[in-house]
């Protein structure tokens, strides 16, 4: 059995992972940005985010 090669299984989508998805595309266009340029930059947002959390607790 071989997969797409945009990194999805062949089993039906999940409603809330595409609802996600348009919502962060939504946000991209919104801001002017592409869609990757957004992405990496919410990444790296929500993981300084999450340390500073982790650190905050010890």
């Known amino acids: 059995m071989s997969t797409p090669h945009d990194g999805t299984s ?3 989508p ?4 595409e ?6 595309f ?3 266009k919104a801001s002017g940005e ?3 340029i957004f992405l990496v930059r919410f990444s790296v ?11 905050a607790r010890k």
């Open 45 to 55: 947002e929500r993981l300084l985010y999450r340390l500073s959390k982790k650190r």
């Open 14 to 17: 999940n409603p809330f992972a």
């Open 19 to 24: 609802s996600i998805k348009q919502r962060l």
């Open 26 to 28: 939504n946000r991209s």
């Open 10 to 12: 062949e089993s039906a």
């Open 34 to 36: 592409t869609l990757n």
